[in-house]
Nanobody
Framework: VQLQASGGGSVQAGGSLRLSCAASTRTFSRYAMGWFRQAPGKEREFVAAMNWDRDSTTYHDSVKGRFTISRDNDKNTVDLQMDSLKPEDTAVYYC??????????????WGQGTQVTVSS
C-alpha cells in the first residue's frame, strides 16, 4: 500500500503550486484522503481533507480560500491546488489516507512527503 506524492517545488509569495498524490490501490477510494504538512521545527499539522464521495471537505483555517482539495476516485488520486502562497506555507507536505480527523493519530497511511518552499 503506497501513497506517492509529487508536485512540490519552490515559488515566490503569491504564486501557485499543485500537489498530486496517487494511491497504489483502489482501497483508498472508499476513505477520506487529505494532506498534512510539517514545517522545520514544528509538529505535523492538518491542511485539508475530502471524504470518499467528495461531498465534504475540511480545511485548516490558515489555508481556507487559498487551497483547494480535489480527488478522482477512478484514478485513485487526490490533489491540492495551492494559490496565493505565503512564506509560512513552506513545509514538507504529506498526503494521507484514511483521514479520520485532523490529528496525526487519525491517519492510517502516509505518503513520502514533498517539499514546498515559498520565498518572500
Amino acid at each position: 500500500v503506497q501513497l506517492q506524492a509529487s508536485g512540490g517545488g519552490s515559488v515566490q509569495a503569491g504564486g501557485s503550486l499543485r500537489l498530486s498524490c496517487a494511491a497504489s490501490t483502489r482501497t483508498f477510494s472508499r476513505y477520506a484522503m487529505g494532506w498534512f504538512r510539517q514545517a522545520p521545527g514544528k509538529e505535523r499539522e492538518f491542511v485539508a481533507a475530502m471524504n470518499w464521495d467528495r461531498d465534504s471537505t475540511t480545511y485548516h483555517d490558515s489555508v481556507k480560500g487559498r487551497f483547494t482539495i480535489s480527488r478522482d476516485n477512478d484514478k485513485n488520486t487526490v490533489d491540492l491546488q495551492m494559490d496565493s502562497l505565503k512564506p509560512e506555507d513552506t513545509a514538507v507536505y504529506y498526503c494521507a489516507s484514511p483521514v479520520a480527523g485532523p490529528n496525526v493519530k487519525d491517519v492510517g497511511y502516509w505518503g513520502q512527503g514533498t517539499q514546498v518552499t515559498v520565498s518572500s
